[in-house]
């Protein structure tokens, strides 16, 4: 009887081990913050980076973010994609660093509202504020002419630089 006590014990124990519930966690409470500069150039992708900071890392755990625009107008856009994510729609992200880019198509202050959320709903807020302003252009005009008369042609030299980081930008005279 003694020699069989321990198997009948270690018996019990693995029918008790087997039928106990045990709960697996898949997620856990993260924090998110953005990087970006605030002054953005007027139709120039400003870099824009989302980055999500988990308690624990659990390589199943998925995030996904959501923007709205509350003043401004542009789109952010997925490094090398188009066209740019949609407004207010739940977009899943590959990574918890993310490169976006933000297109801005008016000038001023754009405030953005964004979330990023987990799979359990947990959702994280973000503000971002860029001020949009014009290219940088300056124009320029010089002539070897000291004196101008009315109606006469007159030749002229005209300089246009740009300063902007835009290097599409095209000028129509």
């Not at 106990?20 to 992708?45: L, R």
């Not at 001023?108 to 290219?135: A, C, F, W």
Request: aromatic share 8%; hydrophobic share 40%; proline share 6%.
């Amino acid at each position: 009887m003694k020699k069989l006590l321990p198997h009948i014990a270690f018996a019990f124990l693995l029918v008790l081990a087997c039928t106990k519930e045990a709960t697996v966690i898949t997620s856990f409470d993260f924090t998110a913050s953005v990087e970006h500069d605030s002054i953005a150039t007027i139709n120039v992708i400003q870099p824009t980076r989302l980055i999500i900071s988990p308690d624990r890392v659990a390589e199943t755990q998925k995030f996904s973010f959501k923007y709205t625009l509350r003043g401004g107008s542009g789109a952010f856009m997925a490094k090398d994609s188009v066209p740019p994510l949609p407004i207010d729609e739940w977009v899943e992200l590959d990574s918890l660093n993310v490169e976006l880019g933000y297109l801005a198509s008016t000038v001023g202050d754009h405030l953005i509202d964004g979330i990023i959320k987990d799979e359990d709903g947990r959702e994280q807020p973000l503000t971002i504020r860029y001020t949009v302003r014009h290219s940088d252009l300056q124009v320029s005009a010089t002539s070897s002419m000291n004196t101008l008369d009315f109606q006469t042609p007159v030749p002229v030299t005209l300089r246009i630089a740009s300063n902007s980081p835009d290097t599409t930008l095209t000028y129509k005279i």
